[in-house]
């Protein structure tokens, strides 16, 4: 089945990769198709995740 999806923000992102393990998926966004072709994430919240986690020192006793 071909599936067609809209928006690759946070719900049409996860919703796409669910769906295309059993389905052709489509996305359409207007803004982010340089980032989905470049195999980046399209998500701002999960950008921010990504900065604190590599920007923070875990091994200190802090």
Same mark, same amino acid.
């Given at each position: 089945?071909?599936? #067609?999806?809209?928006?690759t923000g946070s719900v049409?992102?996860?919703?796409?990769?669910?769906?295309?393990?059993?389905?052709?998926? /489509?996305?359409?966004?207007?803004?982010?198709?340089?980032? /989905?072709?470049?195999?980046?994430? #399209?998500?701002?919240?999960?950008?921010?995740?990504?900065?604190? /986690?590599?920007?923070?020192?875990?091994?200190?006793?802090?």
């Open positions: 089945m071909q599936i #067609t999806i809209e928006g049409g992102l996860s919703k796409t990769v669910l769906l295309a393990q059993h389905n052709d998926d /489509i996305l359409l966004d207007i803004d982010k198709v340089a980032l /989905i072709n470049q195999k980046k994430s #399209t998500v701002v919240e999960l950008l921010d995740v990504k900065h604190k /986690i590599y920007t923070r020192d875990l091994f200190s006793c802090d």
